[in-house]
């Protein structure tokens, strides 16, 4: 069963690249826009932050037109270093959910997430980051879809 994640809790909301690209094109994904501004908003009112871990940047900006949409979102996020010690959350996690290397990218979302005590992943594909997020109490998961 999916947990639900409740961003009232949350200090920080990690995007993975199904969320930044809901929020860099809001009039085509109007309703996941809404969704994702308003717990962005709710994390910023309580003193977070919006989080985008550098991996997510590389899958997100293979072409100029990609690059010019997600802009404008950037400019309001943190790009997160991937370090060596988030590269080995990510590896484990991976690991502990029996995932494949292909799904590297959403154990580093993950991973980024885990390294606060509390935090919520923003996606509009939930089913790989649960199971990453499964041994992590300190890890919600909120589908935007």
Do not use: W
């Amino acid at each position: 069963m999916p947990r639900q994640a409740e961003p009232r809790l949350s200090s920080v909301a990690v995007l993975d690249a199904e969320a930044l690209s809901v929020l860099s094109q809001p009039r085509e994904r109007t309703a996941s826009a809404r969704r994702a501004q308003a717990v962005l908003e709710a994390i910023e009112r309580r003193g977070g932050y919006a989080a985008l871990p550098a991996p997510v940047l590389a899958e997100t900006s293979r072409t100029r037109s990609r690059r010019d949409a997600t802009a404008r979102v950037l400019r309001c996020l943190d790009v997160v270093p991937t370090d060596r010690r988030i590269a080995q959350v990510a590896g484990a996690l991976l690991q502990a959910a029996a995932l494949p290397s292909k799904e590297a990218i959403d154990a580093f979302v993950v991973a980024t997430a885990a390294m606060h005590q509390s935090a919520l992943v923003l996606t509009g594909d939930a089913n790989e980051l649960e199971r990453l997020a499964a041994v992590l109490p300190n890890v919600a998961i909120q589908h935007l879809g």
